[in-house]
């Protein structure tokens, strides 16, 4: 590859200092002296790579430690992704990237290719809720369960539970929110998974916890509760939305339309983009395939078609940054056991990925919201949000 199109790249970066080293020796700075990292290129990235995407390009030269960085690698990562909108992809160039199925046997072929990885591996970095989603931090001095509780119980207080109510978690995870509300609020609560892994570890805190008479697990795709039967005064989806599709938005609204009670409250927490976006390509090839990231606009748009009240609308984007960067201690901290697990290239992909992530929060390149819907109208709610924070 020639050294021309990097460097092209790297000198709109104005603001941001650190010294490249290109595989033949020769170093460039980039903006002003002192650097505060280093980035060397070990050999060089194919020229059509890097054409296709540069995020891909680079994510995968990292992975394959054709590319090192010498210094944080969030700081690193957060310095260079403020100019995020310099890095260009082709989609058409990429359509088993961008063109995947959204059908339902797919689908649950790439939940599971992440959330499969194994308990044992989530286990070693999440907190003990085992809570994979954006925590919220009350005080800085929260540890990352405190926050995790935060953000349970703060959902829980959106929803306004009340005792014998039923509660649906769509894509609950390993089922920490559903135990929160059975426990604080008597309410009946099912949760709906694709992924082996979690609904087993679910299964199985149900009746630890004692929890058998109100609460259950299912393996079950989002569209399954069409035709389904069931009806619940309050549904939850905590990141998952996510791994719905763009194309298939408007399904996942008509499930839950056909489940949801007359004024009764829906809940969706996820990762925004501020517009419409195929999304990045390395973040679908090796963590997320299929997965897209809705736009606020278009989730608020698709949500009117059904009749559905928006009540209210919480960003949480900074809450995401501090969430990624102390599952990066943990991670880290837990290296010799992870090394047991998976090889190098492995681990590598994990730290871009949650290091990149943090990156892209901070830079807002992508936000966490939280939107709470009514089916219909619904009066008998506190007309302020004063309750929320006592």
């Known amino acids: 590859m020639q050294k021309t199109p990097i460097k092209e790249l790297v000198s709109k970066f104005k603001d941001t200092h650190f010294t490249l080293r290109f595989w033949d020796g020769e170093e460039i700075e980039v903006g002003t002296p002192p650097s505060q990292f280093k980035i060397i290129l070990n050999e060089p990235i194919h020229t059509m790579e890097f054409i296709k995407s540069y995020t891909l390009a680079f994510g995968e030269a990292y992975m394959n430690k054709a590319l ?15 100019y995020k909108r310099h890095f ?13 199925s959204t059908h339902a046997k797919t689908q649950k072929q790439q939940v599971s290719s992440h959330y499969d990885l194994g308990n044992d591996f989530y286990k070693l970095w999440l907190d003990k809720t085992m809570s994979y989603s954006c925590a919220y931090f009350k005080k800085d001095t929260d540890t990352l369960y405190e926050a995790q509780m935060n953000k349970i119980h703060h959902i829980l207080k959106k929803l306004y539970l009340e005792e014998g ?23 009946k609560g099912l949760g709906i998974t694709l992924s082996t892994e979690q609904h087993a570890a679910f299964k199985s805190r149900i009746q630890a916890e004692g929890l058998t008479d109100l609460l259950d697990v299912k393996l079950m795709d989002y569209r399954d509760l069409i035709d389904s039967g069931l009806k619940f005064d309050r549904i939850v989806s905590v990141g998952m939305l996510e791994h719905v599709g763009r194309k298939e938005y408007p399904t996942f ?14 809940l969706l927490h996820y990762i925004s983009g501020l517009t419409e976006s195929p999304g990045d390509a390395w973040i679908k090839k090796y963590i997320f395939p299929g997965g897209v990231i809705p736009s606020l606009r278009e989730i608020i748009t698709l949500s009117a078609n059904h009749h559905f009240y928006t009540l209210d609308v919480e960003s949480l984007r900074r809450h995401y940054t501090k969430t990624l960067l102390e599952w990066y201690k943990n991670f880290e901290a837990h290296l010799p056991e992870i090394e047991t697990m998976f090889d190098e290239k492995f681990i590598r992909m994990w730290r871009m990925y949650l290091c990149s992530c943090a990156a892209c929060f901070n830079n807002g390149i992508v936000d966490l919201h939280q939107i709470l819907f009514s089916k219909d109208v619904n009066n008998t709610l506190p007309m302020t949000r004063e309750s929320l924070y006592k």
């Open 253 to 266: 609204f008509k499930a839950v339309d056909a489940v949801l009670t007359e004024e009764g409250l829906c």
């Open 165 to 187: 109510q039923t509660l649906l978690d769509i894509g609950c995870g390993w089922g920490n929110l559903l135990i929160e509300a059975a426990k604080c609020y008597k309410v």
């Open 88 to 100: 260009h992809t082709h989609f058409h160039l990429l359509p088993h990237i961008f063109h995947t």
């Open 68 to 82: 090192d960085i010498e210094g944080d690698l969030y700081e690193s990562l957060d310095a260079i992704l403020k």
